[in-house]
C-alpha cells in the first residue's frame, strides 16, 4: 500500500510538472515593469535581484508597489512560481498577506499562455 501511495504521488508530481510547464507567460510591452513580472513568475530569486538591478528599482519599492496583472508581485509569483522562495523574497517588505495552506489548483486552468503586464 506505500508504495501504491507513493508511486501515485510521484505520478501526480509529474503530472503538475508537464502542465505547468506548458504555461507560457508572454511579456505584454517590453517596459522594465514587465520584465520584473515575468522574471517573478518564471525565474529565481536570485535572478530577480539581477533584473531588479538593471531596472533601477529596488526590492523595497517592487515589493510594496509593483501590480502583474492587477495582482501584488509577491503573490503573482505565489501563484504562479514553483519555486517558493521567490514569493518569500518579494513579501520581505511587502504589505500584502501571502497565502501559505495548502490549495488545490485545477493544473489543467493554468496550461496554456499567460499575458503578463506590469505597472
Given at each position: 500500500m506505500k508504495a501504491l501511495l507513493m508511486t501515485g504521488l510521484l505520478a501526480l508530481g509529474a503530472l503538475g510538472t508537464a502542465v505547468a510547464q506548458e504555461t507560457q507567460f508572454i511579456a505584454a510591452d517590453d517596459r522594465a515593469e514587465t520584465r520584473l513580472c515575468l522574471t517573478a513568475v518564471t525565474e529565481s530569486w536570485r535572478s530577480m535581484d539581477r533584473t531588479l538591478n538593471h531596472s533601477g528599482y529596488?526590492?523595497?519599492?517592487?515589493?510594496?508597489?509593483?501590480?502583474?496583472?492587477?495582482?501584488?508581485?509577491?503573490?503573482?509569483?505565489?501563484?504562479?512560481?514553483?519555486?517558493?522562495?521567490?514569493?518569500?523574497?518579494?513579501?520581505?517588505?511587502?504589505?500584502?498577506?501571502?497565502?501559505?495552506?495548502?490549495?488545490?489548483?485545477?493544473?489543467?486552468?493554468?496550461?496554456?499562455?499567460?499575458?503578463?503586464?506590469?505597472?
Open positions: 529596488r526590492l523595497m519599492q517592487v515589493s510594496r508597489e509593483l501590480k502583474c496583472n492587477d495582482i501584488p508581485v509577491a503573490v503573482f509569483a505565489a501563484q504562479y512560481n514553483e519555486d517558493p522562495r521567490m514569493a518569500k523574497h518579494l513579501a520581505k517588505f511587502s504589505r500584502d498577506t501571502i497565502k501559505q495552506e495548502v490549495e488545490i489548483t485545477d493544473l489543467t486552468a493554468m496550461a496554456g499562455q499567460v499575458r503578463i503586464e506590469g505597472h
